[in-house]
């Protein structure tokens, strides 16, 4: 898998011997069907191939378009909420490039105090640009924000040099779309067979990631061979069909949570991607793992007591990552503290071990472990382990007997929210 592993020696110890394997071989038939990409989902299916939304060409495109921002923006603000930012921004917290815009995020709250703060911190720049991302251009959080930024944008450019500065990403068709023939601004697409939490390789999560100076050619490149390797690996060793049918297994035997547990912060923006994915995808019909993560030591410190001791409802997916980039050894010291015992040795080691004591003592509760061991955090890498999820969770719901691309769900506080807002047609 490219460097990518996933080892479930840890988790076998809950389940029959043959149990998983057997449960793989049932599902085989699943993957064909997934592999090919399935009729009924024809709609919902244009990440699948990677190259329908982010072929060679347009990624080219959109490295131009943030070519253009990155020569003339000192920020950037991102416009969007759940599916329309997560993967953009879970590539730019992890892999943090240099050199580019501060890059701002927008619409993804109806905080007052945040929208106030992002206003302000805008005033201490000089060139800004910002980008609006929403597949129909109903949702209220990114709706408002918008009005709220291309009013200030207004303000301080006018309006001629404020739609040069504007960006917006929606379906073609979309009031968005029509907004922006209506002002000039630049419009790119949100694929109408793309559903938020699946649009990473497309305009959605590759623009912004482009104008933070992520390498998208090599993110694009990581999610076509990781989309070869799955489609070409028999059931029996298809890391991706093997995860779906551990989850399910384990969600067979009582487990309600799946935990995703990492040591590097730099993946907490990821861990909430991947939360959206597999919340929105599959929880429906009353009978789902619930996905949560721990950033970790630092959350040992916390939710470390209930997984040692509290209800055993969860199991673990341990996110490895091998490369050591980066190095600080503890020095000496002369006045005395407690620490002595460490002196000289990597931040990276005593990180490392801590990762391997943490698996060690949660399997010692019977907590079922899985291993994800990357090669390293960078682009090429996180556009494998987007498409390792987002190809695991389509077969998984597959496994579930759920829809994978609809969320009928959010719509429940919806109603009431826009009832009691005075939303036109809504009673
Ligand atoms: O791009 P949009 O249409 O604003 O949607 C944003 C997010 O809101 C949801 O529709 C949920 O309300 C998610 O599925 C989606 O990722």
Redesign the pocket.
């Known amino acids: 898998m490219d460097g990518i592993t996933l080892s479930f020696t840890d988790a076998r110890p809950v389940l029959a011997p043959g149990a998983l394997e057997e449960q793989v071989r049932a599902a085989a038939p699943l993957l064909a069907e997934a592999a090919a990409g399935e009729e009924r989902y024809r709609d919902n299916l244009g990440w699948h191939s990677v190259d329908e939304a982010a072929g060679p060409e347009r990624v080219d495109f959109l490295l131009e378009q943030a070519a253009r921002v990155r020569a003339d923006a000192d920020a950037f603000v991102v416009i969007?909420?759940?599916?329309?930012n997560q993967a953009s921004r879970a590539a730019v917290k992890a892999l943090r490039p240099e050199g580019g815009p501060a890059i701002l995020w927008a619409g993804n709250t109806i905080s007052a105090c945040e929208m106030a703060r992002t206003l302000r911190e805008l005033d201490g720049y000089q060139s800004i640009y910002i980008d609006c991302?929403?597949?129909?251009?109903?949702?209220l959080e990114?709706g408002i924000a918008f009005r709220v930024l291309r009013q200030y944008l207004e303000r301080r450019y006018g309006a001629e040099g404020a739609a040069k500065r504007i960006f917006a990403t929606g379906t073609p068709g979309s009031t968005l779309h029509q907004l922006c023939l209506d002002q000039g601004y630049t419009f790119l697409t949100?694929p109408e067979t793309i559903?938020?939490?699946y649009s990473v390789g497309s305009d959605v999560g590759l623009f912004p990631m482009a104008v933070a100076g992520v390498d998208i050619r090599a993110l694009v490149q990581g999610m076509r061979d990781m989309r070869d390797t799955l489609l070409a690996a028999p059931a029996e060793e298809n890391p991706a069909l093997r995860y779906a049918c551990l989850r399910r297994l384990l969600l067979e035997h009582g487990y309600r949570l799946e935990m995703l547990s990492f040591f590097e912060p730099r993946l907490d923006y990821f861990a909430k991607w991947w939360i959206?994915l597999f919340a929105?995808s599959e929880g429906k019909e009353g009978n789902a793992l619930y996905p949560v993560a721990a950033s970790n030591s630092e959350d040992l410190h916390s939710i470390g007591q209930f997984i040692q001791e509290g209800s055993p409802i969860l199991f673990e997916t341990f996110v490895e990552v091998r490369a050591r980039d980066a190095s600080v050894l503890l020095p000496p010291e002369a006045k005395k503290d407690y620490f002595d015992y460490l002196t000289g040795m990597d931040f990276w080691d005593i990180n490392n071990t801590a990762r391997q004591a943490t698996m060690r003592a949660h399997g010692d509760r019977g907590i079922p472990c899985m291993n994800l061991s990357i090669p390293a955090i960078d682009a090429h890498t996180l556009g494998g382990l987007f498409y390792f999820f987002l190809f695991a969770c389509y077969l998984s719901c597959k496994l579930l007997g759920v829809n994978p691309f609809n969320?009928p769900g959010?719509e429940g506080y919806?109603g009431y929210m826009f009832q009691n807002l005075g939303k036109p047609g809504v009673n």
């Not at 969007?80 to 329309?84: E, L, Q, R, T, W």
């Not at 991302?133 to 949702?139: D, L």
């Open positions: 969007g909420i759940g599916g329309s991302i929403a597949k129909n251009f109903e949702t990114p949100f559903g938020g939490r959206q929105e969320q959010v919806k």
